[in-house]
């Protein structure tokens, strides 16, 4: 099952004008302030859906297999293990 959100209409034109919300978003993600831009660009011309930013499909996935948000994310960063 396919699962793809997309970002509404206002949100993507808030985050076209409005770089300080831009740049929160970009360092939400961990990108560039111009990757989320670009990405704004193309949602708004094609319609895409976009997973940089909306991760949802992935949580619905581990939802829809029984998983709750708080058992998949943490804000700890994991023990790396070798």
Same mark, same amino acid.
């Given at each position: ?8 209409? %206002?949100?993507?034109?808030?985050? $076209? ?10 360092? =939400? ?15 708004? %011309? ?11 499909? =992935?949580? $619905? ?7 709750? %948000?708080?058992?998949?994310?943490? %804000? ?7």
């Amino acid at each position: 099952m396919l699962l793809s959100f997309y970002i509404k209409q %206002e949100i993507l034109l808030k985050l $076209k004008q409005d770089i300080p919300f831009r740049v929160g978003l970009a360092l =939400a993600l961990g990108v560039t302030e111009r990757a989320v831009y670009d990405t704004i660009k193309k949602c708004m %011309e094609n319609g895409l859906a976009n997973s940089s930013f909306t991760k949802k499909a =992935a949580l $619905k996935y581990f939802e829809n297999h029984g998983y709750t %948000e708080e058992e998949v994310l943490t %804000e700890e960063i994991p023990a790396i293990r070798s």
